[in-house]
C-alpha cells in the first residue's frame, strides 16, 4: 500500500496528491505524530485534533507566500512535519532538535513564533498591513487560534482592530471546547450555543465586522477543501468556526483530553501511559501549594485561590474541588487575574493568584499599577520558575527576580524545600503589609515528610545553614539543594559556609554584613537570569559595604535559553554541581 507520507518534504508535493489520498495521508500522519510522540514525549491531544485541518490548509493556500500562524503553537506537529521536518521531528523538544512550538529561525513555514497563547491574531493583521503597504493584495494571511486562547484581551484588540481593517486576513477558530484544562468563561458559554443552534441572532463574530462562516466539522477534510477555497476568493476580514476534538484518533486522548496534552511517554497501540517507578519519591512544588492551600482556606475563611487557565498545572484543581466557591480559573486572562486579586484585597479577602512564572511577565503593569503601586496584600505563587526543561525558551521563568526586584512594596521569596513554602504561604496569609512573590521550581522537592506542623517565617530573614571559614554560598531557592550534596563532597567541609537566603527582597543585610567581615569568597548561586537578581544584589550591598573578598555570581547569563532536559541546560548555563566544584578547586 502506497504511503504518501513518506514522499511529502514540502507542501508543494502535499499540493501533488489527489483529493481522494488526503483522508488516508491523515491517518499516516496521526500515526507518525502517536508513533514518536509515544516515546520520545511531547504535546499530543493538541495536534491529533487539527490534522484534517493542517492538511486542508497547507492544500488550498500557498504556503509559505501565504502566511500561517498557529496560535500557542501546541498544535503545529503536523504542520512540522509536512513542512520539511519529518527526517529530524524524533528530535522535537530534545536538546540541539527542534522547537517544540512554532520558532522563526527553525523554518520559514514557521511565520511567527509562538508559545504564550493569543498573539497570532495581532501578529497576522500585523503581517497583512505590511502585505498591503508594499502593494501585494493577494496574499492570504491565516490564523488559527483555539476558544481558551481567542478568549484572551489580547485576542480581543487584535479583533476589534481587524474589523475595522480590510486586510486580507482569515481567522480560524479552532473550537474544541478546551486548552489544557476544560475551557471557561462566557464566551465558551456562547460558542457551545452557537454549536447547539440556541445562541441569539446576532452573531458575536460578525457584530466585529468579520465575514463569518462555520461551525463546520473541523474532521471533514471535503467541506475544509471546499471552504477553505471558497473562504482564498473573499477579500478582507473573515473568521472560520471549525469544530474539532483534542486527541482526535487515538481513543484514550479523546477521553482523557486534560492529560493527553502532553500525556509522557505511553504505549501507542492502546493509548495506556507507561507508569513511571513506583518508587516512593519527594512531592510536586505544584501538590505542595495545591494541598496547603485548601489546608490553610480551611481554617481562613478569607483565603481565595485564583489561576489563569492552570488549574491542573498549577494544582489549584485541589482547592476547586473542595471550595470550589472560593477557587477560581478565570481562563486565559493573566492581566484580569492579578487586578481581579487585587480587588479582592481591597475587601479584605486573601488571595493567593498562582501564575507560572512565564506567564507572569504577560501581566506586569497590572502587578506594578494595580498592586504594587496601591501596596495591596496579594500573594503571588509563581510556578515553574527557573529553568522548565523541553518547552524551552517560552517557557523558562528566569527573568522574575529581576523584573520583580525592581518594583517598590513587593517581598520575594523562594523556598530551598517544601517546608518553607508551606510556612510562607501560611506567614502570607496571617495579614502582609504589601505583596509578596513566592516562587518555586517544576518538579520535585526534596522532603518526604513535608506536611509538618506550620511556623511563621520572619519577613526579610535568611537561614544559615552551615557555618564556615573561607568561602560562603548564598543561595535562593530549591538550587540551594545543589550545595548541600556538594558540601556533603568536599574533603575539607569546614572551609564552607551556607547560607539560605530565603528572601531576595527585603534582602538579610545583617546576615550579609556579617558574610562580608567573615568570608574571603562568597559565591551566590540562583535559578534566575545574572542581571538583577541576587548576586546583583549582593554585589550591589557589597559596594555599598566596600567588601574586598571575591563575589561570584552562578545564574543564567543574558541569553535566551534553549529546549532540553533541566540536567543539560543547567551545564549550559554553568549552574550545575561540577561547574561551581570547578570554581571551588580554583579557589580553595
Known amino acids: 500500500m502506497e504511503n504518501f507520507l513518506s514522499n511529502i518534504q514540502s507542501p508543494a508535493d502535499l499540493r501533488k496528491l489527489k483529493t481522494e489520498n488526503l483522508t488516508k495521508l491523515a491517518k499516516e500522519l496521526r500515526d507518525f505524530i502517536i508513533d514518536i510522540v509515544a516515546t520520545k514525549e511531547g504535546h499530543l491531544g493538541a495536534s491529533l485534533g487539527v490534522i484534517e485541518l493542517t492538511i486542508a490548509l497547507h492544500y488550498i493556500f500557498n504556503t509559505p507566500q501565504d502566511k500561517l500562524i498557529w496560535d500557542v503553537g501546541h498544535q503545529a506537529y503536523g504542520h512540522k512535519i509536512l513542512t520539511g521536518r519529518k527526517d529530524i521531528f524524533e528530535t522535537n523538544r530534545q536538546f540541539g532538535g527542534i522547537s517544540g512550538f512554532p520558532k522563526r529561525e527553525e523554518s520559514e513555514f514557521d511565520n511567527f513564533g509562538t508559545g504564550h497563547s493569543s498573539t497570532s491574531i495581532s501578529a497576522i493583521l500585523g503581517m497583512a498591513i505590511a502585505s498591503q503597504l508594499k502593494g501585494d493584495l493577494k496574499r492570504n494571511h491565516i490564523a488559527v487560534i483555539g476558544d481558551a486562547s481567542i478568549a484572551s484581551g489580547m485576542a480581543f484588540e487584535g479583533l476589534n482592530h481587524l474589523g475595522v481593517t480590510n486586510a486580507n486576513v482569515l481567522v480560524i477558530l479552532n473550537d474544541n471546547a478546551i486548552g489544557i484544562d476544560p475551557s471557561v468563561g462566557a464566551l465558551k458559554k456562547y460558542l457551545t450555543n452557537v454549536k447547539k443552534g440556541t445562541a441569539k441572532d446576532e452573531n458575536i463574530f ?12 473541523g474532521h471533514d477534510l471535503e467541506l475544509l477543501l471546499v471552504e477553505l477555497e471558497r473562504l482564498k476568493t473573499i477579500k478582507g476580514p473573515k473568521l ?31 493509548g495506556e501511559r507507561i507508569q513511571k517507578s513506583n518508587k516512593v519519591q519527594a512531592p510536586k512544588y505544584q501538590d505542595v501549594f495545591g494541598h496547603t492551600l485548601v489546608e490553610l482556606a480551611q481554617r481562613n475563611k478569607k483565603i481565595v485561590g485564583i489561576t489563569p487557565a492552570m488549574p491542573t498545572g498549577s494544582s489549584l484543581k485541589y482547592m476547586m474541588e473542595k471550595i470550589p466557591e472560593r477557587a477560581f480559573d478565570v481562563g486565559i486572562a493573566e492581566q484580569h ?16 493568584c498562582n501564575i507560572y512564572s512565564t506567564f507572569l ?9 494595580d ?7 496579594v500573594i503571588f505563587c509563581l510556578d515553574r520558575a527557573g529553568i522548565v ?3 524551552g525558551p517560552t517557557h523558562h521563568g528566569v527573568f522574575d527576580l529581576a523584573y520583580l526586584r525592581c518594583i517598590p512594596n513587593i517581598s520575594i521569596f523562594s523556598p530551598m524545600n517544601e517546608i518553607e513554602l508551606r510556612n510562607i504561604m501560611f506567614t502570607a496569609q496571617q495579614g502582609l503589609d504589601g505583596p509578596i512573590a513566592i516562587r518555586y521550581p517544576r518538579g520535585r522537592g526534596v522532603t518526604m515528610d513535608w506536611e509538618q506542623p506550620f511556623s511563621k517565617i520572619e519577613i526579610g530573614k535568611s537561614k544559615e545553614i552551615k557555618k564556615g571559614n573561607k568561602v560562603a554560598f548564598l543561595t535562593l531557592g530549591h538550587i540551594g539543594n545543589q550545595v548541600i550534596e556538594l558540601i556533603a563532597t568536599i574533603k575539607n567541609p569546614e572551609n564552607l559556609g551556607h547560607i539560605d537566603m530565603r528572601f531576595l527582597k527585603p534582602i538579610d543585610t545583617e546576615q550579609l554584613t556579617s558574610v562580608f567581615k567573615n568570608y574571603e569568597h562568597v559565591i551566590t548561586l540562583e535559578n534566575g537570569c545574572e542581571i538583577g537578581g541576587l548576586g546583583s544584589a549582593v554585589i550591589e550591598f557589597a559596594n555599598q559595604k566596600n567588601y574586598t573578598g571575591t563575589i561570584k555570581v552562578f545564574a543564567v547569563e ?3 535559553i534553549p529546549h532540553g532536559t533541566t540536567e543539560e541546560l543547567k551545564k549550559i548555563c554553568k549552574i550545575d554541581i561540577n561547574s561551581i566544584q570547578n570554581y571551588l578547586a580554583d579557589i580553595l
Not at 460578525?206 to 466539522?217: A, K, Q, S
Not at 487575574?337 to 493567593?352: I, R
Not at 511577565?361 to 499599577?369: G, K, L, N, S, T
Request: charged letters at 20%; a negative charge; proline letters at 5%.
Open 361 to 369: 511577565q504577560r501581566a506586569y503593569d497590572q502587578v506594578i499599577h
Open 206 to 217: 460578525e457584530c466585529l465586522n468579520l465575514n463569518y462562516t462555520g461551525p463546520i466539522d
Open 371 to 377: 498592586v504594587a503601586l496601591q501596596n495591596l496584600p
Open 337 to 352: 487575574a492579578v487586578t481581579l486579586a487585587a480587588g479582592m484585597a481591597t475587601e479584605g479577602l486573601v488571595p493567593f
Open 558 to 560: 543574558d541569553i535566551f
Open 389 to 391: 526543561g523541553q518547552d
Open 240 to 270: 472560520l468556526h471549525v469544530i474539532t476534538t483534542k486527541g482526535k484518533g487515538l481513543q484514550k486522548a479523546e477521553e482523557n483530553q486534560v492529560v493527553f496534552h502532553a500525556p509522557g511517554k505511553f504505549n501507542k497501540e492502546t
